[in-house]
């Protein structure tokens, strides 16, 4: 007979476990799902950063409803291979492009765009998908030497968009969906020191062991601004222009600040309220394709609906900004 002890230390985290996945499963009910279902032959989509996590899950959709994709990534290697694992689960899906692209690189944006207006005649929607974010201690800076959040999640994708106008005219109508974050509620946007200098510095000093990383949520919050300056701009031209937030996802985005261990110790929070790559991408997608929100734009999105963000945004903040990224993007220079 197996002594009481035993049986209660054995049932003690098989309970736990159960709760916990009870805990999952009803949370996950209010993370939407993508349910449009049209098929996409015929048009194409720009993802930038497709090659993992909630891009390579968004491309896995719109393949699979025979969109052309192009994979627009900065390693071409990684890029090739998961359209081969894509392409090995869906031989008949859609088409799908390999194309090199570094955004911390001004001029790697406009020689890919050359090769797109050579390639294709119209976009019918650009997801602005790639994103960094790297502990501030490492003091990066893309190749015009901007900080790499702000070079490239907010004026690499500022540069691209901009660069590709034309043919997101061409397919009107089309849309743009730009990939930001709930953390651009953290953000702030400091015109005196865009590039962070004072953080970076400060990061340098103590080693920048702290998980909530400035740049990162500075640069969501220019995405936010940037899409619904551009949302303003292009009113009534029938480009919709929509943001979105996947939510907290397992993806390697967070490699430098979340460590093995801390998986460990935070795994009932993590099992309970981090969403897979696949289930963040649903709003990407329904973003993206959904017919039910043409016409409908400069929202921002998430779980498949509109979200009311806590920031108390500033028009002139926004105009500002703008101006500020064109003058930069034509300087080709950092503060």
Known sequence: MVP???????????????????????????????????????????????NSGIGYETAKALVRRKGRVIFACRDIGKAKEAIALIRKEQPLGGEMIPMQLDLSSFESIENF?????????????????AGVVVPLNQDLKTKEGFEIHFGVNHLGHFYLTNLLMDLLKRATP???????????????????????????????????????NPGYSNS????????????????????????????????????????????????????????????????????????SIEGKTGKFYRDCAIYNSKYNFDKDVETKLWNVSEELVKARKPL
């Open 4 to 50: 009481s002890t035993v049986v209660y230390v054995a049932a003690v985290p098989i309970s736990v476990i159960v709760a916990l996945g009870l805990l999952r499963k009803w949370r996950s009910r209010k993370w939407a799902s993508c349910v449009s279902n049209t098929c996409l032959r015929g048009k194409t989509f720009l993802i930038t950063g497709a």
């Open 113 to 129: 765009v050359e090769v797109v207006k050579a390639g294709f005649h119209k976009i019918d929607v650009l997801i602005n998908n």
């Open 174 to 212: 089309s849309r743009i969906v730009v990939v930001s974050s709930t953390l651009h509620e953290r953000g702030n946007i400091n015109f005196d020191d865009l590039n962070i200098r004072k953080e970076v510095e400060l990061a340098k000093k103590t080693g920048g062991g702290s998980r909530h």
């Open 220 to 291: 969501k919050l220019m995405n936010a601004y940037f899409a619904r300056a551009l949302a303003c701009n292009l009113r009534n031209t029938g480009i919709d222009v929509n943001l979105v937030c996947p939510g907290f996802c397992a993806t390697n985005l967070f490699r430098y600040s979340i460590k093995w261990y801390h998986y460990i110790f935070m795994a009932p929070i993590l099992i309970a309220f981090m969403k897979t790559a696949k289930q963040g991408s649903e709003t990407v997608v329904f973003c993206a394709t959904d017919h």
